[in-house]
């Protein structure tokens, strides 16, 4: 029969499916089709969708995202890889972070994070982000990752820059969302400069 054999330590290097992440307080797995609901629930509530550009309309458009999901594989060039951020104690989906691996750049790749409101303050996202970061430079090996961010979002540049990301562009009225131009920053951080500080993995 015809196929390729992939040993464990390719399929690490080039991020060969995707097994999960656990942290102190939270699993970081792949998405399932029971979570569409609640995926639904955070995603489409005001205060998440204020700023982000993708607002979905119905469960029905996260069932055939999480379709969508279960098909790809991290670092699939040109792809964003989605998944889910869950309560290690109970098991509930409280966001979800995503992954943009650029076709024409192996090296970089663009992150993007949302926790549910009832979630939010926490720490959950500075400890799913942490993770994914340490994924990215440690697992896949990557170079440099990135965030684009709107500035008006205070939770979220405070991350950013609490986990050590440098602001290295703000861009004036680059972004269209519910009909308003808004502003958009860019953050990010080299492998080197992750792995210089390991007191933010503590």
Known sequence: ?????????????????????????????????????????????????RYQRWKPRNVGEMEAFIEEMSRLRPNTPGTWYQIAVCRLDSS?????CGMRFPADDDGQVEIGYTIAPAHQGCGYATEAVTAVLDYLFGTLRKHRVYASVLPRNARSVALLERIGMRKEAHFVESVLIDGEWVDDAVYAILQEEWRRDDSRRA
């Open 1 to 49: 029969m015809g196929g390729t054999c992939v040993s464990e330590q390719q399929k690490q290097q080039v991020g060969y499916g995707f097994d999960g992440i656990q942290t102190p307080r939270l699993v970081l797995r792949r998405f399932i089709r029971e979570d569409a609901a609640p995926f639904f629930a955070y995603r489409s509530d005001p205060e998440v969708t």
């Open 92 to 96: 509930e989906l409280i966001g979800d």
